[in-house]
């Protein structure tokens, strides 16, 4: 009797019936399995057509167990470790060696002898840094005299060479030259972030730069780069209900310029400002063709968006 059921016959139709049955079993669970579990489903199908009964059984408690005692967690951590794009490398590389070259400046300015001390101070003239009033002023708060003559020059230097770039950049300026433009903008921005001025001087700079921002616009010169600039002058220095109206005024006159929704994404970064932040980027990714965003900006867009543009 045993040896029928040996027979090959027998054999085929087991194996036959029981295909049938496990593909009625697949069809059954895959529709009541979760999408991310039918995988696993037709994966024990597969086995048990090879393994009839020790398939399933080995099949079900791997199933219970990846169930009862594993996590997406990981194969989700996999998935952004494999698909993840670092923003631009080479930025942060130099970013990176900028932080690690100023770090001398503190500790040399702090903790060294005078001689130290004085030759840090003077490399501030030629070297390409910003807030370097900050550690000038470090040098006029020494008790060492000899050093706190060495930082009094050289302040005076660094604000001088600032004028003299600004001057030259107005004297070489002509309405509608756009590269000018941004020269002598990024001349004044350089000076006012330069931590060199305070009180009335630095009052007087910030007059003199929005004055010749308003000007421009008045004469009817209403680029994105002078609405983007004014409109931050008011964020940060002026009146932050302005700056929103230029910005929010230049993202109209120009929707496929990314600028103006950049500005206002980190002014509401800074503020906490969710809702304002989620109605900006609604627009931007309306509005603005990805090739438009600066590479270096795209990747923060895309986080905060959480999804690619």
């Known amino acids: 009797m045993f040896n029928n059921f040996t027979q090959p016959v027998w054999i085929l139709t087991f194996y036959f019936i029981h295909g049938v049955l496990a593909f009625l079993l697949l069809l059954f669970l895959q529709k ?3 999408e991310e579990e039918q995988g696993v489903v037709l994966w024990i199908f597969t086995v048990s057509l ?4 020790i398939g399933e059984i080995f099949g079900g408690m791997v199933w219970y167990m990846a169930r009862r005692f594993g996590s997406n967690d990981i194969l989700e951590s996999y998935e952004e470790y494999v698909t993840y794009k670092p923003p631009m490398l080479e930025q942060i590389r130099y970013e990176a060696r900028a932080s690690y070259d100023m770090q001398p400046f503190s500790e040399t300015l702090t903790d060294f002898e005078a001689r130290s001390k004085q ?5 501030l003239i030629n070297s390409d840094v910003s807030r370097k009033g900050h550690y000038v002023n470090l040098g006029l708060t020494n008790q060492n005299s000899e050093m706190v003559h060495y930082a009094a020059t050289t302040r005076n230097l660094l604000i001088d060479n600032h004028e003299k770039e600004i001057q030259l950049a107005k004297s070489e300026y002509t309405p509608g030259d756009t ?12 000076f006012l972030k330069s931590e060199l001025l305070e009180g009335p001087s630095l009052s007087r700079l910030e007059k003199e730069y929005k004055g010749f921002m308003e000007e421009e616009l008045a ?3 209403d680029r994105p780069l002078l609405l983007e600039r004014l409109g931050e002058f008011h964020l940060y220095r002026g009146d932050p209900s302005t700056g929103v109206e230029i ?4 993202n109209e006159k120009h929707p496929l310029q990314a600028e103006g929704y950049l500005v206002l994404l980190r002014y509401y970064y800074g503020r906490k400002d969710w809702k304002k932040i989620r109605s900006v ?12 965003i600066p590479e270096s900006r795209r990747f923060i867009v895309e986080h905060l968006l959480g999804e690619e543009l």
Do not use: C, Q
């Open 32 to 34: 009541r399995a979760e």
């Open 50 to 53: 090879f393994l009839p009964v």
């Open 119 to 123: 030759d840090a101070i003077m490399r």
């Open 179 to 190: 590269t000018r433009l941004k020269t002598l903008l990024s001349a004044y921005e350089r």
């Open 219 to 221: 004469s009817g010169n």
């Open 247 to 250: 910005l929010e005024s230049m």
């Open 281 to 292: 980027l609604s627009a931007l990714k309306e509005n603005v063709p990805k090739t438009n």
